[in-house]
Nanobody
Framework: QVQLVESGGGLVQAGGSLRLSCAAS????????MGWFRQAPGKERELVAR???????NYADSVKGRFTISRDNAKNMVYLQMNNLNSEDTDVYYC???????WGQGTQVTVSS
């Protein structure tokens, strides 16, 4: 079972940038497609970006051109570079595998306007 720990969130002004990190345990990390998700209170969790084992990526329309997902299989890490942030990006961000492992605690991103 993969365990996931997210970090890198914080408070940033609109137009700013943050880089989120996800540390994953387990020897089979490189065999998983990985995703970044976000969730606001009272709303469903949504997929923001996904990266396959081979590095192919997909993004939600709302973040295309602003967010970049990447992975380092040697370090069991997944990253989300977020640029040109706006207030609608304020959420708790989570990473996970496909299929899902147990969700981590996430990392809070708050964008002030």
């Amino acid at each position: 079972q993969v365990q996931l720990v997210e970090s890198g969130g914080g408070l940033v002004q609109a137009g700013g940038s943050l880089r989120l990190s996800c540390a994953a345990s387990g020897r089979t990390f490189s065999s998983y497609t990985m995703g970044w998700f976000r969730q606001a209170p009272g709303k469903e969790r949504e997929l923001v970006a996904r990266i396959s084992r081979g590095g192919s990526t997909n993004y939600a329309d709302s973040v295309k051109g602003r967010f970049t997902i990447s992975r380092d299989n040697a370090k069991n890490m997944v990253y989300l570079q977020m640029n040109n942030l706006n207030s609608e990006d304020t959420d708790v961000y989570y990473c996970n595998t496909f299929p899902y492992a147990t969700w981590g605690q996430g990392t809070q991103v708050t964008v002030s306007s």
